[in-house]
């Protein structure tokens, strides 16, 4: 099929998490036989960040605003798929664009369900408004579990199916290097995210000064207090991350609270880690046991003093098994590939789905 994608960014994966998620998604889908064009708004923050310039598997094309959009009527209406992503730039009037010329699937794929939720109740359309939601044909979401019901009782979504997030398993593997750290975090800074990164990392950094920790990602103000043994790391680019994961003994997973919330809402950090044989700590939510099992894939941590226990008290013998058995268990059902296949599989139903509601119409 030819799929066209409007999403956040492709070209760049300076502080955003919607890069590495549609690069590892739509080369596995371009290796499926199928045609793809990435159109991302041109902005300054990410011009200047980028660390993809011509992928191998897509088209990727920049427009300045929605009347330069427009240039792509032609490949838009005759695509068999439009997706648009969440945190796109005034999405909601590029949904309206959209559903008004596509003639094919219209799908809305957010990276950010919880957080969207949350703007909606606010009365914040950002990105996405009620009224465009039922003219999606299908709503695909990071977030599985009882909020996709929601979505579609709520919201009146024809069909709201879970997308998680994933891992290119061929880029993302065990490497043979030193290790450096102790404990590890790699993600942009949250206000939300901030305390538990206090509680579960940074008290830990203070009662274990012999170990050795680190925190990487952008946009952490300069007012935070690190500890001495806690090493700063700006940005980590995507073809780094397996270096830096088997750089670390453990790494932590930290959950924004709207998600934690939500439940069902796995980090891209969660595949990663575990694909690359690195033992994760996570914080707690409803549905993790459903994709790794605490203890024996994925150590959980509530205080300080489990963070504490993990590091003290796991052997490198028991670590090491958890990150394989973690890696085993994601190579199995958590790969860009798999993620392509559902895909694949969820346009299809959605276009018999349309096609039905027409008919039922009529």
Known sequence: MK?????????????????TTFRALLQAFAERGHDILFLERDVPW?????????????????????DD??????????ADAVMVGSYVPEGVEVARFVQEVADGTTTFYDIDTPVTLAKLRRGDFEYLSPEVIPG???YLSFTGGPTLDFIEQFYASPAARPLYCSVDADRYRPLDVEQRWDLSYLGTYSDDRQPTLDKLLNAAARALPHRRFCVAGPQYPDGISWPANVERIDHVPPADHPAFYAASRFTLNVTRADMIAAGWSPSVRLFEAAACATPVISDVWDGLDSLLQPGS?????????????????????????????ARKRVLAAHTARHRAEELERHLADARVGSAKRVREVA
């Open 3 to 19: 799929l066209v994608v409007l999403g956040l960014s492709l070209s760049s994966s300076w502080g955003n998490g919607h890069a």
């Open 46 to 66: 990410y011009r200047t960040q980028r660390d993809l310039q011509e992928p191998d598997y897509c088209r990727l094309e920049f427009y300045n605003d929605l």
């Open 69 to 78: 959009l427009r240039r792509w009527t032609a490949e838009i209406a005759g």
């Open 136 to 138: 999606f044909d299908v």
């Open 297 to 325: 894939e994925i150590l959980l941590a509530r205080a300080t003093e489990d963070v504490i226990a993990a590091l003290e008290g796991v052997g490198l013998d028991q670590a090491r098994e958890i990150g394989q058995t």
